[in-house]
C-alpha cells in the first residue's frame, strides 16, 4: 500500500513538473527562415541592427545619433519609399541645455493610390537611452533592442510586404522618431508641426523593447479596441492580455503610441524581458535574441499583410468600435477572445456554479459556516503570510543592493531569479505541508479547505471583475475546477481531475511567470500569495481525487 502511494505521488510530481515547464518554455523554441527566404526572418535583422547599435546614439551623442539616421534613411529610400526628414530645433533638456531632433518618414504607396487610399503607419524610435546610473556607474545603452528591434522588424516587415506589392489596396507610412526617450519629442514634434504624417492613417502599430528576449507582448492597445483583436488572432503564437493595457493606464510610464492612441486605433508591441539590461550598456548587439525578434515579425507580418491586401481596411472607420474586448492567451490553446458582454455572462455562470458546487460539498461534509470559515482564515494565513515575507524579502535585497524598493521596477539584485525560485518552492511547500498536517486531525478537512478555496476564488474574481473587468488568471481556473467536481461525482469521469490540476498548473505558471518579468523581482510577494492560491487548488484536487473524498 505505501509503495503504490509513493509511485502516485512520484507520478503526480513528475506530471506537475512536466506541465510547468511547459509553461515556461512554451515560446522557447521560434523557427527561424534564413537569409534567402521570402518570409520574415530574424537574421537580416540582425544585420541592422548591428549596424545601429555600434555606438550609444542618445540625445547625448549627435553624431552617433545623425549616422543611425543616415542609415535608416538609406535604407527606406533602398527599398522604394518616398522618404524624408522632419528636423525640430531648439528642444530643451532636461540635462542641460538644448539639442536637435530629426525624424525619419517614409510612404510607401500601393500601385493604385487615390486620395482616399488609407494607411498602415509603423512607428519605432532611433534614439537609445541617455545617461543612467545603475549601482553608483554612468551607464549608456546602445539601443540594439530598445530600439533596434522596432526598427529592424519594421524595416523588415515592410521588405516582406513588397513581395506582394501588387496585392496591396491600401499602404504603408513608416515613422523612425528621435528622441523618444528624452521626453516623446519627435513623435510630440510630429502632432504639432507635421500632421500630415497621421494623414489618411487608420491604423497605427508601435513597435519597443523593454529588455532583450521574451515573446513579444501585446501589452497595449487603443480603447475600444473590439476590432483591433479581432485583427490580432491572425498573429501567431499570440502573446497578450487586456489586464496589461488596463494596468498600463495606471503606469507612468508612455510611449509614442501614447500621443495617438486616443485618435487612431493601434497596438504597442515589446519584449518585456531582461530588465537589468534595459537602458543599460547590456542592452547590445552580442545580447540580441533572434528567437524574439521572430517572434515580433510572427506577430506583425500577418497583421500587415492582411491589413494591406484586404479592401476592408480601405474604410477610414474599418478599425473603428465602440466597445473594448476582454482577451488573453495560454500556451497550446492560443487566443480567448470575449466580448465584455460575454464575459459578463461567464462571470456570472461562474457564481452560479459557485453556489451548486459549495452547496453539494458541504452536504457531502455535513459541516456547518463555523468550520468553512477556519479553513478559510487558514488558506488566507498563508496566502497573506507569504506574501509579506516575500515582500520583506524584495525589500532586504534591495537594501544589501543599494537600491530604492520598488514593486512595479525593482532591477539590478543580484540572483534574484534563485532567489524568487527559492521562495516560490517554499511557499508552495509550506502550503502543502500545512494542508496535509490538517488533514490528519480531521478528516472533513479537505473538502472544507477545498470550499474555501473556492469561496476565496469566488470572491477575489469578484472583486477584480467589479473593479477592473479583468480576473482570467483567477476566473479560469475557478470554472474548471468547478467544472471538474461536478463531473468527479461520476466515475468515469474522474480523469478530469487531471486535466483541472494541469490545466491549473499550466495557467499558473505562464501568468506568474509574465507576471514576474513584468513588475520584477519586488513583486515577489503578490507572485507568492498567488502561488499559494494555485497550489492550494491544484494540490487539495489531487488529494480529494486521490482519497476517493467525493
Known amino acids: 500500500m505505501k509503495i503504490r502511494y509513493v509511485c502516485k505521488t512520484l507520478i503526480f510530481c513528475c506530471f506537475i513538473t512536466i506541465v510547468s515547464l511547459c509553461g515556461l518554455g512554451f515560446f522557447s523554441y521560434v523557427p527561424i527562415p534564413d537569409n534567402t527566404s521570402d518570409n520574415f526572418t530574424a537574421h537580416r535583422v540582425a544585420s541592422d541592427i548591428k549596424i545601429i547599435s555600434k555606438a550609444p546614439h542618445s540625445i547625448q551623442h549627435p553624431n552617433e545619433r545623425k549616422v543611425v539616421k543616415d542609415y535608416l534613411f538609406y535604407r527606406l529610400q533602398q527599398m522604394g519609399g518616398d522618404t524624408r526628414t522632419f528636423p525640430y530645433d531648439s528642444i530643451k533638456s532636461k540635462l542641460g541645455g538644448y539639442f536637435n531632433i530629426e525624424n525619419v518618414y517614409s510612404v510607401f504607396n500601393p500601385d493604385n493610390v487615390t486620395d482616399s487610399t488609407q494607411y498602415i503607419l509603423l512607428v519605432a524610435h532611433y534614439d537609445s537611452r541617455f545617461r543612467q546610473i545603475v549601482r553608483k556607474d554612468t551607464v549608456y545603452s546602445y539601443g540594439a533592442a530598445d530600439d533596434g528591434y522596432g526598427l529592424g522588424v519594421i524595416m523588415e516587415s515592410v521588405n516582406v510586404a513588397l513581395k506582394y506589392k501588387e496585392q496591396w489596396r491600401q499602404g504603408i507610412k513608416v515613422l523612425f522618431t528621435d528622441s523618444e526617450e528624452h521626453e516623446l ?25 523593454r529588455g532583450v528576449k521574451g515573446p513579444a507582448l501585446l501589452f497595449e492597445t487603443s480603447d475600444n479596441n473590439s476590432k483591433v483583436m479581432e485583427l490580432y488572432k491572425l498573429a501567431k503564437q499570440p502573446h497578450t492580455f487586456s489586464l496589461t493595457s488596463v494596468v498600463y493606464k495606471f503606469m507612468p510610464n508612455d510611449t509614442d503610441f501614447s500621443i495617438v492612441k486616443r485618435d487612431y486605433p493601434g497596438m504597442n508591441f515589446s519584449v518585456i524581458d531582461n530588465l537589468r539590461y534595459y537602458h543599460t550598456d547590456l542592452d547590445n548587439y552580442s545580447n540580441i535574441s533572434l528567437e524574439s525578434i521572430q517572434h515580433y515579425g510572427m506577430a506583425i507580418e500577418p497583421i500587415v499583410h492582411e491589413y494591406l491586401t484586404n479592401g476592408l481596411y480601405g474604410n477610414k472607420d474599418a478599425l473603428v468600435a465602440d466597445s473594448d474586448s476582454v482577451f488573453f492567451t495560454l500556451p497550446f490553446f492560443g487566443m480567448f477572445l470575449f466580448s465584455k458582454t460575454e464575459y459578463m455572462i461567464l462571470n456570472i455562470v461562474a457564481l452560479l456554479l459557485v453556489v451548486v458546487v459549495l452547496c453539494f460539498l458541504m452536504n457531502r461534509s455535513g459541516v456547518g459556516c463555523k468550520q468553512l470559515m477556519g479553513a478559510i482564515f487558514i488558506l488566507l494565513m498563508i496566502a497573506f503570510g507569504s ?32 532567489v524568487a525560485i527559492v521562495s516560490i518552492v517554499s511557499a508552495m511547500f509550506a502550503t502543502i505541508m500545512i494542508f496535509r498536517s490538517k488533514c490528519k486531525r480531521n478528516r472533513y478537512f479537505p473538502i472544507l479547505y477545498m470550499s474555501g478555496c473556492i469561496i476565496v476564488y469566488c470572491l477575489i474574481s469578484l472583486i477584480m471583475y467589479l473593479s477592473l473587468e479583468e480576473n482570467f488568471f483567477i476566473l479560469i481556473p475557478l470554472i474548471v475546477t468547478l467544472v471538474s467536481i461536478l463531473l468527479g461525482v461520476f466515475k468515469h469521469f474522474r480523469w478530469v481531475y487531471w486535466l483541472s490540476v494541469g490545466f491549473t498548473v499550466l495557467l499558473g505558471v505562464y501568468f506568474l511567470n509574465v507576471l514576474y518579468i513584468a513588475i520584477t523581482f519586488g513583486s515577489i510577494g503578490v507572485i507568492l500569495f498567488l502561488a499559494v492560491l494555485y497550489t492550494s487548488l491544484t494540490y487539495t484536487q489531487y488529494y480529494v481525487m486521490r482519497q476517493n473524498l467525493i
Do not use: R
Open 185 to 209: 519629442d519627435g513623435m510630440v514634434n510630429m502632432g504639432e508641426y507635421n500632421p500630415e504624417v497621421l494623414d489618411n492613417v487608420n491604423f497605427v502599430i508601435n513597435v519597443e523593447a
Open 387 to 418: 506574501g509579506v515575507i516575500g515582500t520583506a524579502v524584495a525589500y532586504v535585497c534591495s537594501i544589501f543592493y543599494g537600491l530604492k524598493f520598488s514593486i512595479t521596477s525593482l532591477a539590478y539584485v543580484g540572483c534574484d531569479n534563485y
